[in-house]
């Protein structure tokens, strides 16, 4: 920095020293400024191209997941009953065995009702003897009539027994095939392929007609039963599938399709779903 102060003569000059610092402040700040002028910038880095591949969008539908809980059920259970009263004689099943169908689940002891299906065969018999003789004296009063040689009340009597027999015969044959039903009660058979479930009953137990023996299951097909939200039912529809987990088999995934939709909303404002399983394993 360089500073200026006036003399006696106006057009004469003379240069007065700085003090020592403030030559030092202006050699920095000079040297400074010189130096950032002189500084050259750094060069930008240069980045390798990325490469850009493009496709046309299509729109692709995603599926909605509901997750509800059910209970799988054999595709047929039932509770076989005894339909005959009388003492077991044996039982050829235990639970959790496999079962074909017509197998021989139990053996009643029913001979009371072998006795009265001889007795009933025994009836028939007699009602057809009884019909046969029947008719032939409605023959004979009938040709008697037209002759004129029979009172109309002893006619009317001997034809009305001829009109009573059949009568007859036809509720002896139906008492007939109400004991031999009893009689075939006695062996208790499986109405399908299953597995047994459970047994109620032991050798030497007295049952009735109504007592439960045995539950069975078919298990081959799986029915899975479950409730589904009322604002969900119009997300479902039968054939949809289904895919499920149970607790024994936690890791595996099994599918289903749904088979039947309750046409009602219950109380609990929820509807009946019910979809079946395949398990040939």
């Known amino acids: 920095m360089i500073a200026m102060s006036s003399l006696q003569n106006p057009n004469s000059f003379r240069f007065a020293p ?17 130096k950032s002028a002189g500084a050259t910038p750094p060069e930008p880095t240069q980045q390798a191209p990325v490469a850009v591949a493009t496709e046309a969008a299509s729109p692709v539908d995603t599926p909605r997941t509901l997750r509800l809980t059910g209970t799988l059920r054999g595709a047929r259970e039932t509770d076989l009953a005894a339909n005959v009263a009388g003492r077991v004689l044996s039982i050829g099943v235990q639970r959790g065995q496999t079962i074909a169908k017509n197998a021989l689940i139990a053996q009643v002891d029913v001979r009371s009702a072998a006795l009265a299906l001889a ?24 040709q008697l ?4 040689v029979v009172a109309d009340l002893e006619y009317d009597q001997v034809t009305a027994k001829c009109k009573t027999a059949p009568l007859n015969l ?5 008492r007939q095939s109400m004991v031999a039903k009893n009689v ?3 062996a208790i058979r499986a109405p399908f392929a299953g597995v047994v479930t459970e047994r109620f009953v032991e050798v030497g137990e007295y049952v009735q007609a109504s007592s439960r023996v045995v539950s069975i299951a078919e298990v081959e097909d799986l029915k899975l039963e479950f409730s589904l939200p009322e604002q969900n039912f119009p997300d479902v529809k039968v054939g949809a599938e289904v895919s499920l987990r149970v607790g024994a088999y936690a890791s595996e995934r099994f599918a289903g399709t749904v088979l039947h939709i309750s046409g009602a909303v219950r109380e609990t404002r929820d509807v009946l779903v019910e979809a079946v399983v395949k398990n040939p394993d």
């Open 18 to 34: 700085l003090p020592l610092a403030a030559l030092f402040v202006a050699s920095l700040s000079f040297s400074a400024g010189c």
């Open 119 to 142: 007795e009933a065969k025994v009836a028939v018999q007699n009602s057809k003897l009884q019909e046969s003789i029947n008719n032939s004296e409605c023959a004979r009063y009938e």
């Open 145 to 148: 009539k037209a002759k004129g």
């Open 170 to 174: 036809q509720a002896a044959e139906a």
């Open 184 to 186: 075939g009660d006695g």
